[in-house]
């Protein structure tokens, strides 16, 4: 492991401050990071700790709920609003990891979390452009059942891993972000970027860019809302595909509907294609399936995740038709 200095921030502007050099990284559970630092994937050499900054969750003015980024994961799935009011969002992160790791993690680094593409931790054997762009990528001729089939390069086909995130996605929920260039906010749906001929980056975070909090917006359509996670095992494991969906219908017919898919693209994918199709139509599971269709007609598998695309079709179609309250 590099050498690495540690210091914990009191307070954001103090974490900007300390983490602007260029080999600095911020430090939340470390469930990731520093699995990463044993590895030598990531060699950071100074460590700013940022769990002491804000993790509180509390209601926005607009009728919304603001969380700070430094709440532990398992603080969000407990609490009383987000269950009632975002219950994917509650589910999405019950689905992830385990209970020690999710009492762990938190919520900034759940948003930053690097992929679980095997290729990307085997610094000493495989090639792979995420970690050392140009050197190539093992992935794409090699063992890639877990692998994209959605908005992937032929740089890079790894996935996001984050099941959080899929809910945020279908949420329409927005980070904060604090840096040495002042206070922004991006759409959760903006922040990942695909890979294109550069997989190592993999955000729209500026060099010392702190996430401070999330906002969910408030949408009455969340209190009816899911998320069905498809995995190899029935716990400890990370999707193959998952679906996290709102759904609102009205007299038969889809009123709205925000569905997002992981285990499929590079980053939490927002199925706008099968949401347009829905919208105004017949809430029916052949309606759901077209959608479903829609969505997956660019999809692109590799030699060892072909199955991806039935399942996402069909696990789409099963989660819009159990939320519709088993339709025709
Ligand atoms: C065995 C195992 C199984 C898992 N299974 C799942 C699963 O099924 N589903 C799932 O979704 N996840 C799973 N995870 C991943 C887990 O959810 C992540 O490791 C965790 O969410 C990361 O949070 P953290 O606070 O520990 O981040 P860290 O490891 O501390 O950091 C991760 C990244 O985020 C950055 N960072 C942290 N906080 C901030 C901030 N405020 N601003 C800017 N950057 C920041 C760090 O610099 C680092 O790059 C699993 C992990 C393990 C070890
Ligand atoms: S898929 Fe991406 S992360 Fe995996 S080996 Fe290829 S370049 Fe690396």
Not at 92 to 113: D, E, F, K, P, Y
Not at 128 to 142: S, T
Not at 265 to 294: D, H, I, N, V
Request: charged fraction near 20%; proline fraction near 5%; glycine fraction near 10%.
């Amino acid at each position: 492991m590099t050498p690495f200095s540690y210091a914990r921030a009191r307070d954001a502007a103090d974490a900007v401050r300390l983490g602007a050099s260029p080999q600095a990284k911020y430090l939340g559970g470390g469930t990731n990071l520093v699995d990463l630092m044993r590895e030598t994937v990531e060699r950071p050499t100074a460590l700013v700790d940022v769990t002491g900054l804000s993790s509180a969750i509390s209601e926005s003015d607009d009728g919304g709920l603001l969380i700070g980024a430094a709440t532990k994961n398992s603080a969000v799935a407990e609490h009383l609003a987000v269950r009632q009011r975002y219950p994917v969002l509650a589910q999405a992160i019950l689905a992830g990891a385990s209970a020690q790791i999710r009492n762990m993690a938190t919520v900034g680094g759940n948003l930053l979390q690097r992929t679980r593409c095997t290729y990307f931790y085997d610094e000493d054997g495989s090639r792979c452009n995420k970690r050392a762009p140009g050197e190539g990528c093992d992935a794409i001729e090699g063992f890639n059942r877990i692998h994209a089939i959605l908005g992937a390069s032929s740089a890079c086909v790894a996935t996001h891993p984050s099941d959080m995130c899929v809910a945020l996605a279908a949420l329409d929920a927005t980070v904060h972000l604090q840096g040495p260039g002042g206070q922004r906010s991006v759409p959760l749906t903006a922040l990942h970027t695909l890979p294109g001929d550069r997989p190592d980056i993999e955000t729209v975070l500026q060099p010392g860019e702190l996430i401070t909090a999330v906002a969910l917006p408030p949408l009455a359509g969340a209190a009816r809302s899911t998320y069905r996670k498809v995995r190899d095992r029935a716990s400890y494991a990370f999707a193959l595909i998952s679906v996290a969906a709102t759904l609102e219908v009205e007299d038969g017919a889809v009123k709205d509907v925000r569905l997002a898919l992981g285990g499929v693209a590079p980053k939490p994918w927002r199925a706008s294609k099968a949401e347009a199709a829905l919208r105004g139509g017949p809430a029916t599971e052949r309606a759901f399936l077209a959608a479903a269709e829609a969505e997956l007609a660019d999809a692109a598998p590799l030699h060892g995740n072909g199955f991806k695309v039935e399942l996402a079709k069909r696990t789409i179609g099963a989660v819009l038709s159990a939320l519709a309250g088993g339709v025709a």
